[in-house]
């Protein structure tokens, strides 16, 4: 049975929203999003950064998300998510699943570090405005491409649980202005989604 080494908040809840989507059986290791469970000499041997997820597979072990969800839907695959590589819509696929941890996660992370991680004393304004102004700008293309589509290559697709995800975050995190209609429409259509619910709300 596939195993999930989980924190809530994360990018650990792409992958439950995945295996629910796909309604895959799976184990959940549920540690707390703190140093003491993640830098822990047992989480380190799972993870060299100690970080989550980390999905492990009888003897498959993978740490990177995007490539937890390519595995899981190339081997356990329970009806799609993913076009076929001669389908018209599978560049598009490619461009936002990868786009997720390429541009939009970077500028999230340092985001991240300087509101909620660091203590206000050593939060760094200037990191901290230069993210959130390259943020606004990556999510610029994506709230340009869902003006005609409900979702990122019009139907549903992993691309979605990787950017939809990344898209939540970034308008959790106050950085989706009210002028990217189609981003701010995608997210509660995304946020509607009983799978995305159960991902979002494990803790
Ligand atoms: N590119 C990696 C990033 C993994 C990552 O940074 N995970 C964060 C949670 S979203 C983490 O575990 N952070 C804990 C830490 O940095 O100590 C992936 O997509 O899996």
């Not at 999510?139 to 979702?151: E, T, V």
Request: aromatic share 8%; proline share 7%.
């Amino acid at each position: 049975m596939l195993k999930l080494h989980f924190a809530p908040n994360s990018r650990a809840g792409r992958i439950v929203w995945l295996l629910e989507e796909l309604n895959l059986p799976y184990e959940i290791n549920k540690m707390d999003f703190h140093p003491k469970a993640l830098k822990s000499d047992e989480h380190r041997s799972r993870h060299p950064l100690g970080r989550v997820p980390v999905l492990d597979d009888g003897d498959v072990r993978l740490f990177e998300s995007g490539a937890i969800v390519e595995y899981i839907l190339d081997r356990h695959k329970n009806g799609g998510l993913k076009p076929d590589p001669q389908s018209p819509d599978f560049p598009d696929y490619l461009q936002w699943f990868h786009y997720c941890e390429g541009m939009v996660m970077p500028p999230i992370n340092i985001i991240v570090v300087n509101t909620i991680l660091l203590p206000p004393d050593r939060q760094d304004q200037t990191a901290l405005g230069q993210a959130q102004r390259l943020l606004a700008k990556a999510l610029g293309p994506i709230n340009a491409a869902l003006a005609s589509k409900d979702y990122l290559i019009g139907s549903f697709s992993a691309a979605d649980i990787m950017l939809g995800h990344a898209c939540f975050m970034s308008n959790r995190l106050g950085c989706v202005s009210d002028d990217m209609h189609y981003l701010k429409a995608y997210v509660e259509r995304i946020a509607n989604r009983s799978a995305f619910k159960t991902a979002i709300n494990m803790q």
